[in-house]
């Protein structure tokens, strides 16, 4: 697997289920700036494949957490939420993807949501899809 020597772009996501019947709301944003770029309730135009990547992986892996965490009979806090920033980048001449997550689960023993953050790699299909092709830096916050 290669390392990106140089980050072209970045897609930014911010997740986390809301309410019941485990509604997910997305934010996107733009390199650079705090502002959602792009909030699924009201899309604008041509997000990019960065973008769009980090929403679809992160609606997924917030799912698996919470099935991970459902199997594990671990409640999870209200606050609970994934930040994942998927780069495109240069080495040399050919051109790759990395990815890094920030998952938030206040009040939740460190050793307990690591687990559980791993485990939902495991799990998701999109973690599934990338594992061994992509460098994925995982971050958890309790």
Same mark, same amino acid.
């Given at each position: 697997?290669?390392?990106?020597?140089?980050?072209?772009?970045?897609?930014?996501?911010?997740?986390?289920?809301?309410?019941?019947?485990?509604?997910?709301?997305?934010?996107?944003?733009?390199?650079?700036?705090?502002?959602?770029?792009?909030? #699924?309730?009201?899309?604008?135009?041509?997000?990019?494949? !960065?973008?769009?990547? %980090?929403? @679809?992986?992160? +609606?997924?892996? &917030?799912?698996?957490?919470?099935?991970?965490?459902?199997?594990?009979?671990?409640?999870?806090?209200?606050?609970?939420?994934?930040?994942?920033?998927?780069?495109?980048?240069?080495?040399?001449?050919?051109?790759?993807?990395?990815?890094? #997550?920030?998952?938030?689960?206040?009040?939740?023993?460190? !050793?307990?949501?690591? %687990?559980? @953050?791993?485990? +939902?790699?495991? &799990?998701?299909?999109?973690?599934?899809?990338?594992?061994?092709?992509?460098?994925?830096?995982?971050?958890?916050?309790?």
């Amino acid at each position: 697997m290669s390392k990106i020597e140089k980050v072209l772009l970045s897609g930014k996501t911010h997740t986390r289920v809301s309410g019941p019947g485990d509604r997910v709301d997305i934010r996107l944003s733009s390199p650079g700036d705090a502002n959602p770029a792009h909030v #699924f309730s009201a899309i604008q135009a041509h997000p990019t494949a !960065e973008q769009l990547f %980090a929403g @679809a992986w992160s +609606a997924c892996y &917030i799912s698996a957490i919470g099935l991970v965490a459902k199997q594990k009979k671990v409640a999870l806090p209200a606050d609970l939420s994934v930040d994942i920033q998927v780069d495109l980048g240069q080495t040399g001449k050919a051109y790759f993807i990395q990815a890094r #997550f920030d998952v938030r689960v206040p009040g939740m023993a460190q !050793e307990v949501a690591e %687990a559980l @953050a791993h485990e +939902a790699h495991e &799990i998701c299909p999109y973690s599934k899809a990338v594992h061994g092709n992509i460098d994925v830096a995982l971050n958890v916050v309790t």
